[in-house]
């Protein structure tokens, strides 16, 4: 298990720890918030790490600034089988590295049998609110040094995004494309139709003046791409 992974874990079982009246945290961390250059932060692209009931682990998120951070956490759940009928409603709490760049989420759960997330909590979890950033800052950080390519790739995408004017659909659908994923697994992903999921990247390479994923990646990605997109 990497840094990230740990800390998501170590966050909520000190929440679970410390407040008696939470039964479930669930904690994401943004590995991708650009801590160590927050100027050039892009809202685009993101690599989730979370902690929930099943095993923690990465999820890629593509969207744009538009998108819900708080939806973004909610459809991950969803997609892990996450019991939302036997809680009340989360107590959100939201977190940005120097009010720019999304760091993370953590959402804390009551059972319907009890009372909902007390206010006494609630101002409680405020005022822990710069350990939690200080603990998503240091994963982040420390995951963008031992990863750098990852920083790379976020940018180089972000380029591609904005040049050909990509879709919210293509958007998503091109970065897991580009992780390696095939059409039956972006399609349970995104659960789209694998047709569904060969016209947007017919779409993505037309406009991109492409054949394939392969070409695209060469031509955007590498040092010997000639695509205005390539991360200087």
Not at 115 to 131: C, F, G, H, K, Y
Not at 134 to 153: C, E, G, K, T
Request: glycine share 4%; charged share 25%.
């Amino acid at each position: 298990m990497t840094t990230t992974p740990r800390k998501c874990i170590g966050v909520r079982d000190a929440i679970l720890d410390i407040f008696d009246d939470i039964d479930k945290a669930t904690v994401t961390i943004n590995s991708n918030c650009a801590v160590l250059s927050p100027e050039t932060y892009s809202p685009d692209v993101f690599v989730m790490e979370n902690a929930a009931d099943g095993p923690s682990g990465s999820t890629i998120n593509v969207g744009s600034a538009r998108d819900s951070h708080i939806e973004r956490a909610l459809f991950n759940l969803r997609k892990m089988k996450f019991s939302f009928e036997i809680y009340h409603p989360p107590c959100i709490l939201v977190y940005n590295y120097q009010d720019t760049a999304y760091l993370g989420i953590i959402l804390l759960w009551t059972d319907l049998k009890r009372a909902p997330v007390s206010r006494q909590t609630i101002a409680m979890m405020n005022d822990l609110e710069p350990i939690w950033l200080s603990i998503f800052a240091s994963a982040a950080m420390y995951h963008q040094l031992r990863n750098p390519i990852d920083q790379v790739f976020g940018r180089s995408i972000t380029r591609l995004f904005e040049q050909f004017e990509l879709t919210e659909q293509e958007r998503r659908i091109i970065v897991l494309r580009l992780l390696g994923h095939s059409s039956k697994e972006i399609a349970d992903k995104t659960d789209l139709t694998i047709d569904t999921i060969k016209y947007h990247l017919k779409a993505v390479y037309r406009k991109t003046n492409t054949r394939n994923h392969a070409e695209l990646f060469a031509r955007f990605f590498t040092p010997k791409g000639d695509g205005d997109s390539l991360d200087d």
